[in-house]
């Protein structure tokens, strides 16, 4: 789970189980959260959680997750109106914390855009969640097009939001972390016979 206990277990099983995976900001527990709870909680209220494509789905989701418990939430979205509406209904459902920020992952001037307003308006952060992707799930619909797409949005948009938001981090052993959304998939076992 993103949070450890209390924090309810944040992983998601449908279809193609999702994996997460971090980098080494810290020890990032992926596993089920039926834990002993913690005596107190790692984050505060000051702690600022930035999620992409968060106007629906997972990353909606998680957002709402984060934002029950108290953090300070970022919800991004590439749609401005979808985006906005949103965070709206997060705040009308009792959650003051979550404000929104337009970012589209594939480009390179709304990711700089958003580092900015971070840097300037928030003042840094301590978790970045990489949830926005696209698939195209039929696997005879796919093409050299959708996985043009499928690669700029899942992998080189999440590796440039990173790289732009890595100095952004505010040092904390304890809080900074990064969640990266993924299917199995997006695994490859060099050991697999098939990808030999
Ligand atoms: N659901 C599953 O079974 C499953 C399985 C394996 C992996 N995953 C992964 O889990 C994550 C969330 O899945 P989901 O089912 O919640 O997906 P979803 O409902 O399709 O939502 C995807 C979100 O990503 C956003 N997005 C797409 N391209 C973007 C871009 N260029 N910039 C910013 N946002 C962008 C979408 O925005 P718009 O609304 O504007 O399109 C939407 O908010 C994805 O990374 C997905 O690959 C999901």
Redesign the pocket.
Known sequence: ALLRSPVPDLS?H??????CSSLPLSSMDCSSSKETPPHKAWWTGETVAVV??????????LAARLAEHGLSVVL????EA??AA?AAELRARGLPSVRFRR?????PA?VAAFASWIRDHVGGLDILV??????F?EIDTNSVEHAETVL???FY?AKMLIEALLPLFRRSSGTSRILN??????LLNVSDHAVK
């Open positions: 998601f449908r279809g193609n189980p999702v994996q992409t494509g968060a106007n629906r789905g997972i990353g909606h989701a991004t979205a590439r749609d979808r985006g949103a970012l589209d992952v594939t480009d709304s990489n949830n926005a992707g696209v698939s799930n700029k949005t899942n948009g959304l993924s299917s199995q998939l997006g």
